[in-house]
């Protein structure tokens, strides 16, 4: 692997932030596309590559608060056998530079005229409220990567727990967050269309796929990627929008969210509206794909540094 293929490589894993020598789930391996390799190609020069390229590989993306990890079939399910699944995670010993910008947040959750600090807001809390749905209702732990398949829900539980936190919060009355009541100014079909707006950004994200269809409704999991990336940083990575929200405070003004350690379930559902953090290199980076048709056996059983 030369200097110009590990940029490639990098592009690529910037891009779509995981590479399958055998795609899981029955999806197409991804097809080159004008400026990119193909994920078969891809594939093959991580496999390929001399540890001296390994470490050049690594060192570069160290530079960037990144690493690559691999993980084999028997690592986790749904990695299909034989197969090899790559993926790109910020590595929380690092410095995480701001690499992805917020600006599709804002463009994906603004409905009206809302401030950017009202948009991290609404951001914020459907992240807690998703969590909510994906670990707490499991009683599942952020370790609990393994179970990332039984991760599920259909977008009518989202908007029904964000309906209920509404109400918590506005029986709050004087009680509540100053900074939080904005999120009482909904009327008509805002919140399903927040909710839609959320869904297809952690879609774009590589953190949650579509895996079945009942009763006319998507059920979307969680994904793998999605799973290690809650493991590695927890709730504990926000930021980004965490700032935005203060920056907009009056002088000593404080928010003090209760956020449980990393490794426990996140419950939304309290007395106090939950805050969190957010840090865009978390949410960004993948996108959809041109594919290709068939699966190519996998040729090579290279080492992987498992840093």
Not at 150 to 159: H, I, K, N, P, S
Not at 192 to 210: M, N, Q, S, T
């Amino acid at each position: 692997m030369n200097m110009m293929e590990m940029g490639e490589v990098v592009a690529y894993l910037l891009r779509y932030r995981t590479a399958e020598r055998v795609p899981s789930g029955g999806r197409k391996r991804r097809a080159a596309r004008e400026g990119q390799l193909s994920e078969r190609d891809v594939c093959a020069l991580i496999d390929d590559a001399q540890e001296s390229e390994r470490e050049a590989l690594r060192d570069f993306l160290a530079g960037q608060g990144l690493r690559l990890k691999v993980f084999e079939s028997g690592d986790y399910p749904g990695i299909a056998p034989g197969s090899r699944f790559f993926a790109l995670l910020p590595d929380p010993e690092l410095e995480q530079p701001p690499l992805y910008t917020r600006e599709p947040v804002f463009e994906a959750l603004k409905l009206r005229q809302e401030s950017r600090a009202e948009l991290a807001l609404w951001y914020l809390q459907l992240w807690l409220l998703l969590h909510t749905l994906i670990y707490t209702r499991l009683n599942r732990a952020l370790s609990d990567v393994s179970r990332y398949q039984e991760a599920t829900f259909v977008t009518r539980e989202l908007v029904e727990l964000v309906r209920d936190q509404l109400e918590t919060l506005r029986g709050l009355g004087e009680r509540a967050p100053e900074n939080s009541r904005v999120l009482l100014d909904e009327r008509g079909e805002d919140i399903p269309r927040r909710v839609k707006a959320f869904i297809d950004l952690l879609l774009r994200a590589g953190h949650l796929e579509a895996v079945r269809e009942t009763d006319d409704e998507d059920v979307w999991q969680q994904t793998l990627l999605g799973a290690l990336e809650a493991e590695q940083i927890g709730v504990h990575h926000l930021t980004h929008l965490i700032e935005l929200t203060s920056s907009e405070r009056e002088p000593g003004e404080t928010i003090s969210p209760e956020i449980p350690p990393a490794g426990e379930a996140v419950d939304a559902r309290n007395d106090e509206v939950p805050v969190a953090q957010i840090r865009e290199a978390d949410m960004f980076g993948a996108d959809d794909a041109q594919t290709e048709d068939g699966a190519e056996t996998p040729s090579t059983d290279a080492e992987e540094d498992r840093r």
